[in-house]
């Protein structure tokens, strides 16, 4: 059984930074691709980064320049740097695995999915 758990979220004030990771375990690490998503509220869920099994990575526009996401394989891990952060960043954030090699924006083609972590930014 393929299990994800997020760490790292919290509050923080407009300008700061968080870090967070996910854990990955009873599966293939290596063969899938990584995304993380957030939720605000009333909002549709959305890709706010991928990184895909060669490490290539992309960006929601609103994060560009300002969150990066990296993968461990030694470790099973994928991480989310997120700087200058904004109080629309304030949102659930999920970590997701794809049985892929390419990341995708759309929810339902992702196979896995961790219990989220609440981000709070305050102004």
């Known amino acids: 059984q393929v299990r994800l758990v997020e760490s790292g979220g919290g509050l923080v004030q407009a300008g700061g930074s968080l870090r967070l990771s996910c854990a990955v375990s009873g599966g293939t690490f290596s063969s899938y691709a990584m995304g993380w998503f957030r939720q605000g509220p009333g909002k549709q869920r959305e890709l706010v980064a991928g990184?895909?099994?060669?490490?290539?990575?992309n960006y929601a526009d609103s994060v560009k320049g300002r969150f990066t996401i990296s993968r461990d394989s030694a470790r099973n891990t994928v991480t989310l740097q997120m700087d200058s952060l904004k109080p629309e960043d304030t949102a659930v954030y999920y970590c997701?695995?794809?049985?892929?090699?390419?990341?995708?924006?759309?929810?339902?083609?992702?196979?896995?999915w961790g219990q989220g972590t609440q981000v709070t930014v305050s102004s």
């Open positions: 990184i895909n099994t060669g490490g290539r990575t």
């Open positions: 997701a695995a794809r049985r892929l090699r390419e990341v995708s924006i759309y929810v339902y083609e992702y196979n896995y």
